[in-house]
């Protein structure tokens, strides 16, 4: 009987990872972001939070295949958008509409 040896796949798992996130090639421009769940507050969903802690409101986020769950960690590139005369619920930050987004 052969013994199953579960590193070669492990080492496969781990490349595929690695090989997948974002490099300097396929993420230009885009920045590091969390998705957080602000539905506990009046008027708000999912805002991102960026590296720096800057909060950002999208306006387009369903608009992309991405699951949205509290704390998922994601590449965004997004640009802020003048919202002057429009009234949001929810004001956490500058509205931005996404124009990149994938996991990390």
């Known amino acids: ?58 306006y387009n986020l369903n608009d992309f295949d991405i699951t949205l769950e509290d704390n998922k960690k994601i590449w965004i590139k997004h640009q802020v958008k003048d919202m002057t005369g429009m009234v949001w619920l929810c004001h956490c930050g500058d509205v931005i509409e996404i124009e990149e987004i994938r996991s990390r």
């Open 1 to 58: 009987m052969k013994v199953f040896k579960p590193f070669p796949f492990v080492i496969l798992i781990l490349l595929a990872l690695v090989f997948s996130s974002c490099d300097k090639s396929n993420c230009e421009g885009m920045q590091k972001a969390t998705i957080i769940d602000y539905s506990g507050f009046d008027g708000c969903n999912y805002v991102i939070q960026l590296k720096d802690g800057t909060l950002l409101m999208p």
